[in-house]
């Protein structure tokens, strides 16, 4: 994924809006479209990543989270996002299937941004595999500033109000005359909140919010990856004086795993075998994180470093449906302790070897020779 910032890429102001985004994304993409360029490979990235820049900047939810946290919104660590490639499949789908209802809720808040609107909030949560393979039912416990009890987080002591603001008529903004210009900035009055309040809460001191301790329900579903990115709406800071509250993100980090590592949705397992397995053939047993235990037949000849898989024994996909593999990859071990019989026995495997056991080994020592001209 490029990391060339997306306004950017675009030619745009941060704070443009989406018509100036939408016209400018027009103009570049017209410019580099491919079928212009044919065989043009420059002007087709980049036609791809003024796509990826524009998916990302049009969509109100996506892009307030590419301000909070660039990049890094959108990246899947594993990269082993089956079908959605660019990372942003797998970001969208989480939210809206995952927390339907409240990702719905907070779209209309599109547009012009609420000052009162509390901030964005991320929680880093670290999970086992095996309870990133089943899912979890996590309780988070974090400190947040949540609405105000006394005042029901409006700001004002009970019983009175906020008034309107006399400065900017409730506007949030002024407008004032600097020589030739007329500036319109944040009214100083009341911070851009058009309201402004006679008799502050004692809780709160007018501000609607107080520091609390919070525990939040939240469902890790199955199949959830280091770097995974949960939103959870709503729960993120309260907003000001009854304004809308953020949301919490929770990225998901994948503690160390004493036998599998994760790659996508392949689960990987170094096995070593005993130098007598690996030549005459045998089975190994390897307890799945789906609870069964899982059989590898091992053929006679096994070598250090080669795999055996077992498909649909991995990681569930996040969102999907299925697993991806278990693969096992085998470490031959030489024997280091031996009793005086065993010796015996190697010693007369031995003499009865004609190099044709071995042929790698035997190839190997004649190019060696061949090299020094015998
Ligand atoms: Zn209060
Ligand atoms: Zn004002």
Do not use: W
Not at 6 to 33: N, P, W
Not at 118 to 145: C, P, S
Not at 204 to 211: L, N, S, W
Not at 243 to 271: K, N
Request: proline share 5%.
């Amino acid at each position: 994924m490029t990391e060339v910032d997306f306004y950017e890429l675009l030619q745009v102001e941060r704070g443009a809006d989406g018509a100036t985004i939408k016209s400018a994304y027009r103009k570049l993409a017209m410019e580099c479209h491919p079928d212009r360029n044919p065989g043009d490979a420059e002007a087709e990235a980049k036609f791809k990543t003024i796509n990826e820049a524009y998916e990302c900047l049009k969509d109100p939810q996506k892009r307030a989270a590419y301000d909070r946290f660039g990049h890094a919104a959108f990246q899947n660590g594993g990269g082993g996002t089956p079908g959605g490639g660019d990372g942003f499949g797998a970001f969208s789908d989480i939210f809206e299937n995952i927390f339907g209802e409240d990702f719905m809720g907070g779209r209309g808040r599109g547009g012009r941004q609420d000052v009162r609107r509390g901030a964005d909030l991320r929680y880093d949560y670290e999970i086992t595999l095996e309870d990133a393979y089943h899912g979890k039912d996590a309780e988070l416990t974090l400190d947040v500033a949540a609405a105000c009890d006394a005042c029901e987080g409006s700001g004002a002591k009970p019983g009175t109000g906020a008034q309107t603001c006399a400065t900017c008529q409730g506007h949030g903004k002024v407008r004032a005359q600097q020589g030739l210009f007329l500036v319109e900035r944040t009214c100083p009055s009341c911070h851009g909140m058009g309201q402004v309040i006679a008799d502050p809460c004692d809780q709160c001191r007018g501000e609607g919010r107080v520091d609390q301790t919070k525990t939040i329900d939240v469902k890790i579903p199955p199949g959830v990856d280091e770097g995974t990115r949960i939103r959870v709406s709503g729960e993120g800071e309260a907003g000001a004086r009854g304004g809308p509250a953020g949301d919490l993100y929770i990225f998901v980090h994948l503690s160390r795993h004493q036998l599998f590592q994760r790659e996508g949705t392949a689960l990987f397992a170094r096995c070593p075998i005993s130098f007598t397995t690996a030549a005459l053939g045998g089975s190994i047993e390897v307890p799945g994180l789906d609870g069964e235990v899982h059989e590898f037949v091992v053929p006679p000849g096994m070598q250090t470093g080669k795999q055996l898989r077992k498909r649909g024994a991995g990681m569930p996909v996040l969102q999907g449906r299925g697993h991806g593999d278990l693969v096992v990859q085998f470490d031959v071990e030489t024997p280091t302790k031996l009793s005086a019989r065993q010796k015996e026995i190697l010693q007369e495997f031995r003499e009865t070897e004609t190099g044709e056991e071995c042929p790698e080994s035997a190839g190997f020592f004649d190019k060696l020779k061949s090299m020094f001209g015998e």
